[in-house]
T-cell receptor
Framework: ETGVTQSPTHLIKTRGQQVTLRCSSQ?????VSWYQQALGQGPQFIFQ???????GRGNFPPRFSGLQFPNYSSELNVNALELDDSALYLC???????????????FGPGTRLTVL | GEDVEQSLFLSVREGDSSVINCTYT??????LYWYKQEPGAGLQLLTY?????DMKQDQRLTVLLNKKDKHLSLRIADTQTGDSAIYFC?????????????FGKGTKLSVKP
């Protein structure tokens, strides 16, 4: 059973550019959530994907968008990068049942994004 | 909105017990979690407790939940230098198949030899 993987591990971009981060969920998990962790802070929920559709969104602008693929892997896209987007981006996978959220969320190692 | 509060720092001696405290605001949270983050790494799930439980023990870890006071604690027995890390408390927000986590700012645990 493989854990959650993310790529790339580090990324440097300049303000105004666009970035795509990738996540492969843990085997058997059908739900992927993305979080942003600024330095010295706890992770903040960006959005969640379940069965290839957005299933909840935190307080992030529309320039943060995502996709989930049939194999449950996911992408996070950020357009028009701003300096404050510099953070560790974490992906978490879980197994959500129709009757409600059950069980743990398992996190990947994260992608460190630096915007200059 | 929902909020999770934790003290920022805790320092203990190796071999002592560590107790990390957390308060949360969403009384409808079904699960509460403790995660560990080592420098430069992602989050490692340590343990979680269902809201109808008062206590959960898992080897050196004991979680206590006071639902009336919305207070959660994590006790680490026989703390080791390898336990030095940041510990995050989290509650679940949302229902249905959505279960996003609301995290505290984390408690940095320093273990002195």
């Amino acid at each position: 059973e493989t854990g959650v993987t993310q790529s790339p591990t580090h990324l440097i971009k300049t303000r105004g550019q666009q970035v795509t981060l990738r996540c492969s969920s843990q085997s058997g998990h059908n739900t992927v959530s993305w979080y942003q962790q600024a330095l010295g802070q706890g992770p903040q929920f960006i959005f969640q994907y379940y069965r290839e559709e957005e299933n909840g969104r935190g307080n992030f602008p529309p320039r943060f968008s995502g996709l989930q693929f049939p194999n449950y892997s996911s992408e996070l896209n950020v357009n028009a990068l701003e300096l404050d987007d510099s953070a560790l981006y974490l992906c978490a996978s879980s197994l959500a049942a129709l009757a409600g959220f059950k069980g743990e969320q398992f996190f990947g190692p994260g992608t460190r994004l630096t915007v200059l | 909105g929902e909020d999770v509060e934790q003290s920022l720092f805790l320092s203990v001696r190796e071999g002592d017990s560590s107790v990390i405290n957390c308060t949360y605001t969403d009384s409808s949270s079904t699960y509460l979690y403790w995660y560990k983050q080592e420098p430069g790494a992602g989050l490692q799930l340590l343990t979680y407790i269902f809201s109808n439980m008062d206590m959960k023990q898992d080897q050196r870890l004991t979680v206590l939940l006071n639902k009336k006071d919305k207070h959660l604690s994590l006790r680490i027995a026989d703390t080791q230098t390898g336990d030095s890390a940041i510990y995050f408390c989290a509650e679940v927000e949302g229902e249905g198949s959505q279960g996003n986590l609301i995290f505290g700012k984390g408690t940095k645990l320093s273990v002195k030899p």
